[in-house]
């Protein structure tokens, strides 16, 4: 019969080597595998729906109206596509890449999210939203890919070509990535220490996360970015460095340090995400910048020489029947040009014109910006792509006669709440 | 031809008991023949065998070693350790004409009354064997209750009831608990007890009773549940721990032992006596005896130390009992244990095979200090602090012994301050005149490495200013005799595991180069034959490359793995060898590409490295295919796995020895039979894959056909299983839209597997680990298809998507899913949804649990599985929206 087995392991240290070096192989192997398969997954995610439809559309007939033949072919073909593959409604950002001058211009001019200005505060800000102190700067879109690294402007004009340690963004040894590998960055390019300030992540090695709410997109970008090595100091295949901001939640506390807190580059106003929203290209009230004197040199607009003028003056865009427009989508009209004029100046449809504001002319009804009485200028900076935004209109305005305060921010956290507790009383009364 | 068979077997059957004898002769060429012709008879007409057999063995005319050589036989014809064997052996019984089986039996039965002990014996264990085969199957159903009679009749001789009882407990010992009625185990319990009881039994029957109430111990189940049963239970098994028959006392003790562990719940009432049972025997009783006594502590306390794991941090509440023993007896269980560490044998650290009552009390006290933690510490120090400083050498050992083994369970603060105004002492004590006190002395200097060191703990025990010490007096003591010097290894294993974390510098690096080269040396020692202290070197010094520091150790790393390619090339080149120098030479193989596996992880581990192992790889690859060429049909696992680590480093440019390697894969991947090897090479196929892609593509019909032929093959370990699954994955991945042609063998497959899924016990907690390493791997499978064929060939996956789905809500519905199948699942439907696109946004709109579980995702901890869910979500969400 069976006896118990009595010996113990006896004065012996518990070194199993052989079963240590199994287990790191095994450990290894299934690194690698989901490496690999996460690879081929974000490869999958490469042929983007980079704008969103309605943009497209838009696009669409703001150039056909425009006349801008080769953009017209060049969306037809993209249209062939589409009916072939329906996933690849549009360019993805590795044949964007190759276009040249302007096309590549209208098309990355057209991939920033662009968020509104704040002029009345959002409900829960303080549950649903993030705030951080925005770089001062230009903001760009850096995309890494097949061994070099671009940003280009606001406007799609390259601002550097350079190598870069981000995935792709340079020629080396080391780094030979297949050409599927590319990340797209939301950035501002801080002068004063000739930094990449990282503000969002639209794609990262391959990995669309367009689709990713906020909350995603930046828990990505701080655990990866780091990752990479672009975030150290420049050397011979990292031309600049890039960096990421402190990002809050959007509580007192959060709001107050985005505020005052000490940051290495200068602030200019506070950028407020809502935590849900995903990437949208264009304009969007899911993304809001707010001012004041104390947190940005630049809280009022300057004209085309650089100061402020004493009148508040605007860009808008001419559109069929002399109507004049802001860059919301859908353009909100916000005056008209007579016909005599239109022919007098030779102003086209789609110029952008610079404007100035009678103040004792506008109106605010039902929360509503009227512009009233306006006066012409001068045709607006070539190097401009969009119209004024009716919310940078609005707080513009604002900005010179009532702004919205940080005070006002505080106390909005506050009310925010007193409403949450305010429902709970309601709720155990009931 | 047939008549002539017939003549022939009869000649056998009679001529049996000359051919049993013969078979035992000891000249060698009658044996010979002899085994020849039995052999032949069993493969010409099993059941006449058998039959045979049995009748000689109940047959008290033939001698009885003649009987006792049939038993034998008839046991090996019902019963191998080789499993594939056994079932075919079952199946053979099975398939018997039943009423030759009733002979069979019925001569078995017959045969326990036989006066010879030579016959009774085997005809017990026969007997066992037979019931271990048809009880299961509700055959021979009148067995048990004719045993009973055996007990239950009036003038049964005591040689009887003891075969009975012996052939009770082994029918408990062969079949399982549920095989049984409750009716027909309370009926053996009662005989058992009985047996134990009995005035008038003799001891024979007393003993024969107390083993068999082990063997049913397991039965016992609902009968220990009963209070007025467990306390008669309990009561014949404390009166037999004090027999005056020593086996008796031993048998009793065993069974306190095991109901220790199978009963601790209700064994509260019953602790008091136990304690004094225990105590008297440890203190006062032979060897056997008293081993058996501290065994019930060691198991009490194995309970305590796993139902504290189970619970850990909760508050250990009343749903569980937690009696709290080792706390309780405490201060009289301590010291009961330290007296035992005084009864060491000389030379006991020379054999492998002794185990004492020092050895005994010792590992309990080290058992009860995990139990209780700090408690255990003002109790033993006193008894540290008053011998290891005496003249006598076993008053030393015992106290540094007693030290060493509560080292794990207290507090770190607790024994932090101890073990740093000990250490002292105890480098000095490794320079004692006597080798026991050494050879603890380093093991408890190993303890304290393993347990209280590390490179970022807040009570540093080693220091920058004792290391200097502390590597002066191991580097001296290695070169002691061999036992200490195996200790001193697991010393510095333990001192350099504990720089593992270290992000800058460690401050064993100066020492790097001195400890290498005296971890060389001491593998190189001629005085000792032992292999442990050999492999202990190489083992520390795969420790000391793992922890240390790239870059300073690089030049040292490289100038290492030029030595050990060295050395591996010297053994290769070993010929002529007799059987036990090939099994050493095998052996040191195994150690010196453990240690050129480990040179190779640690060197590609670093981009500053890297090109060392790609400058080495050709010479590297040279040793490893002679390696594999030194064994004539086996691989070597530890070859196998460096080669992973070297395909890893060198990546695509391993495709040049392929040509030569693949043999030697394809031999590992058909070594089903050390299924080790046969997993490792299947790790290796996925590393291959990784490194060559689609230069893979000429070798997969093999490997393919190999792993194919593994997942069918029953005689395969089941936990390689899975992890060929998951190889399919990478293969996929690697080829493409080229794995076309093995979907329709890989389908089917994956789906037979889905289904075994959910067949296999949940009662079982390791099948139900099974169950999701089987299912993790055949989603790995499915993604790494899904994924392979995402450019040209998705469409080829559209009829086997819905029973994925449905197959992956199966999964989710599952209780028992780990985060690696929830996260493999998670990763399958995300690639569904991204490579079919718009073909299953059918599927995808016909069901909601993808909701459910995508949501359970985004609420884990785990941020690498809300990633992966986010990224899941989108996929889907896309497929929809299009």
Redesign the interface.
């Known amino acids: ?4 087995e ?8 518990a ?1 199993s ?2 079963q240590r ?2 287990e ?3 450990l ?2 299934a690194q ?2 989901s490496d ?2 996460n690879l ?2 974000r ?3 490469s042929v983007l ?1 980079l704008p969103n439809p309605a943009s497209t559309v838009d696009a669409q007939s703001d150039l056909t109206e425009s006349g801008d033949l080769d953009a017209v072919l060049a969306m037809e073909a993209t249209e062939e596509r589409e009916a072939i593959s ?2 690849a409604r549009d360019l993805d950002v590795v044949q964007a890449s190759k276009l040249k001058g302007s096309e590549g211009r209208r098309w990355f001019s057209r991939q920033l999210m662009l968020p509104e200005w704040m002029i009345d505060v959002p409900p829960n800000l303080g549950r649903d939203w993030y705030v951080f102190a925005r770089p001062a700067g230009k903001r760009c879109f850096v995309v890494s890919s097949s061994g070099s690294t671009v940003s280009r402007l606001r406007n799609g004009s390259v601002l550097h070509c350079f190598p870069s340690s981000l995935p792709n963004g340079a020629r080396t040894k ?1 780094m030979s990535a297949p050409s599927h590998v590319y990340c797209i960055l939301d950035c501002i390019f801080h002068e004063p220490d000739q930094t990449y300030y990282v503000i969002d992540m639209v794609c990262w090695r391959g ?2 996360l367009y ?3 906020a909350e ?1 997109r930046f ?2 970008l701080n ?1 990866k970015l780091l990752e990479s090595g672009a975030c150290n100091s420049p050397s011979a295949y990292h031309r600049y460095r890039f960096s990421v901001v402190p990002i809050y939640d959007c509580n007192q506390i959060g709001l107050r340090s985005a505020y005052t807190g000490v940051v290495p580059y200068i602030k200019d106003g506070l950028l407020f995400y809502n935590r849900h929203a995903h990437y949208e290209t264009g304009n969007t009230p899911l993304a809001l910048v707010w001012k004041d004197e104390f947190c940005s040199q630049y809280v009022l607009d300057t004209d085309s020489k650089g100061q402020v003028p004493a009148e508040q003056q605007v860009i808008l865009e001419l559109h069929d029947g002399g109507k004049l427009i802001t860059s919301d989508d859908p353009p909100i009209v916000v005056g008209c040009l007579d016909r005599d004029f239109l022919q007098q100046s030779g102003s086209q449809i789609g110029y952008l014109l610079r404007f100035t504001v009678k103040d004792e002319s506008v109106r605010i009804a039902d929360g509503k910006l009227q512009l009233g009485d306006i006066k012409f200028i001068s045709r607006a900076n070539r190097a401009r792509a969009f119209a004024d935004s009716y919310s940078k209109i609005f707080f513009q305005y604002a900005a010179r006669h009532s702004p919205l305060q940080f005070q006002d921010l505080i106390a909005a956290m506050q009310s925010n709440f007193d409403e949450k507790s305010g429902a709970t009383d309601v709720e155990m009364a009931g | 031809m047939a008549s002539a068979q017939m003549n022939n077997i009869i000649n056998m059957a009679l001529q049996i008991t000359q051919l049993l004898l013969s078979a035992q002769s000891p000249d060698g060429r009658v044996r010979v023949s002899a085994e020849e012709s039995l052999k032949q008879f069993q493969n010409a007409n099993l059941s006449q065998f058998l039959l045979s057999l049995s009748v000689e063995l109940s047959d008290d005319q033939k001698p009885p070693d003649s009987r006792r050589l049939a038993g034998i036989l008839l046991k090996n014809s019902l019963d191998s350790k080789d499993a594939v064997r056994k079932l075919e052996l079952i199946q053979n019984w099975v398939n018997m004409d039943a009423s030759l089986k009733s002979q069979i039996k019925e001569s078995l039965i017959q045969t326990l009354r036989s006066p010879v002990s030579d016959a009774r014996q085997p005809a017990s264990q026969v007997i066992a064997k037979v019931a271990s085969i048809e009880i299961p199957r509700k055959e021979w159903v009148d067995l048990i209750g004719h045993l009973l009679t055996n007990m239950t009749l009036p003038d049964v001789p005591s040689m009887l009831k003891q075969a009975t009882l ?1 052939t009770l ?2 029918i408990c ?1 062969e079949i399982s608990p549920q095989d049984l009625e409750q009716d027909q185990v309370n009926a053996v319990l009662t005989a058992v007890v009985q047996g134990m009881t009995g005035a008038q039994g003799n001891c024979e029957v007393r003993l024969a009773a107390v ?2 109430l ?2 049913a111990l397991d039965f016992a189940q609902s009968n220990f549940e009963n209070e007025m049963e467990r306390n008669y239970i309990m009561k014949v098994v404390c009166e037999a721990a004090v027999s005056n028959e020593l086996e008796i006392r031993q048998a009793a003790f ?1 069974c306190l ?2 109901i220790a562990s199978m009963y601790y719940e209700i064994l509260g009432p019953y602790m008091e006596t136990l304690f004094s049972l225990t105590a008297n025997a440890v203190r006062e009783d032979e060897e056997p005896v008293a ?2 006594a501290i ?1 019930f502590w ?1 198991s009490i306390c194995d309970e305590e130390i796993q139902i504290q794991d189970e619970y850990e941090g909760e508050n250990v509440g009343s749903s569980v009992a937690f009696h709290h023993f080792i706390q309780r007896a405490l201060p009289v269980l301590v010291p009961m244990l330290l007296e035992t560490l005084l009864k060491q044998e000389e030379d006991q650290e020379q054999d492998d095979s002794v ?1 004492n009552l020092s ?2 009390g ?2 309990c006290l080290g058992l009860i200090a995990r139990t209780v933690g700090d408690e255990i510490v003002p109790l033993v120090m006193p008894f540290v602090e008053g011998n290891i400083t005496k003249h006598d050498w076993r008053s030393r050992e015992a106290a540094t ?1 007693a030290f ?1 083994s509560i080292l794990e369970g207290p507090s770190i603060e607790k024994l932090s301050p101890m073990v740093s105004a000990g250490l002292e002492f105890l480098l000095n004590a490794m320079k004692d005149q006597n080798s026991h006190v050494k ?2 002395t380093a ?1 408890t200097l ?2 304290i490495f ?1 347990t209280l060191h590390s490179s970022n703990c807040t009570h540093p025990v080693v220091t920058p200013s004792n290391l200097p010490c502390i590597m002066s007096v191991l580097l001296e003591s290695i070169r002691d005799v061999a036992h200490v010097a195996e ?1 001193v290894c ?1 010393a510095i ?2 001192l350099a595991q504990g720089y593992e974390e270290a992000v800058t510098g460690s401050i064993l690096s100066p020492y790097l180069g001195e400890i290498i080269s005296v971890l060389l040396s001491t593998a190189d020692r001629t005085d000792v034959t032992n292999f442990k202290l050999r492999s ?1 070197a190489y ?2 010094l ?2 000391t490359v793992r922890c240390s520091q790239i870059p300073e150790a690089s030049a040292m790393l490289a100038q290492l793995l030029n030595e050990i390619m060295n050395r591996l090339g010297r053994n290769v080149e070993l010929q002529n060898l007799s059987s036990d120098e090939k099994e050493k030479q095998s052996d040191l193989q ?1 150690l010196l590409c ?1 240690v050129l ?2 040179i190779i ?1 640690k060197l590609n581990s670093s ?1 500053n490295t890297k090109s060392i192992i790609i400058q080495a790889a050709d010479q590297l690859m040279v040793l490893f295919l002679r390696v594999f060429a030194c064994h004539s049909s086996t691989v070597h696992e ?1 070859a196998m ?1 460096a080669i ?2 070297l395909v ?1 480093a060198i990546g695509m440019n391993f495709i040049k020895y392929m040509p030569e390697f693949y043999k030697y894969l394809d031999m590992g991947l058909q070594n089903f039979e050390e299924y ?1 090897v046969c997993s ?1 090479s299947v ?1 290796v196929v ?2 291959i894959c ?1 490194a060559l892609n689609d230069d893979v593509l000429p070798y997969c019909n093999g490997i393919m056909s190999n792993l194919l032929k593994d997942l069918s093959n029953s005689m395969l370990h089941k936990s390689v299983k899975p992890p060929i699954f ?1 190889c399919f ?2 293969i996929a ?1 690697a080829i493409g839209e080229n794995f076309e042609k093995y979907i329709p063998y890989v389908i089917p497959m994956l789906q037979g597997a889905a289904e075994l899924c959910a067949n296999l016990d949940s009662s079982d907690e390791d099948m139900m680990e099974y169950r999701n390493q089987l299912r993790r791997g055949i989603f ?1 499978a499915y ?2 298809i899904l ?1 392979g064929f ?1 450019t040209s060939k998705a469409s080829l996956m559209m009829p086997h998507a819905n029973h994925l789905l449905r197959f992956i809500e199966t999964v989710f519905r599952d209780n028992y899913r780990d985060d690696g199948v929830t996260k493999a699942a998670v ?1 399958v439907i ?2 569904l949804a ?2 079919m ?2 073909s299953v946004k059918l599927l995808f709109k016909d069901t909601t649990f993808h909701l459910a579980f995508l949501k359970e995702c985004f609420h884990s901890d785990d ?1 690498q599985l ?2 992966t869910a ?2 899941a979500q ?2 889907i ?2 497929v929809l929206a ?1």
């Open positions: 019969m069976r006896l118990h009595l010996r113990r392991p006896f004065k012996r240290p070194i080597d052989q070096r199994r790191f192989a095994l290894r192997q690698q595998r690999s398969q081929a997954r490869l999958a995610s729906d329906p996933t080391e990995y669309s689709d990713c709410t995603f828990f990505w655990s | 012996e407990g082994y010992e083993k068999s082990y063997n065993e032992v095991s081993l058996q065994e060691s185990w050895m005994a010792g590992t012994y060493g050879d603890t093991w190993g303890r393993e200790k697991g294993y333990f202990s083992e520390t795969n420790e195994a453990g596996h480990v992880q981009d530890e796995l992973g680590a890893n080790q490792i790790g996925g590393d990784h998951s994955g990478d991945v790995e993604s790494g994924q995402r990763e995300g690639d991204d490579v696109g718009d941020e809300k990633e986010v990224w989108g996929m969400e896309r299009s």
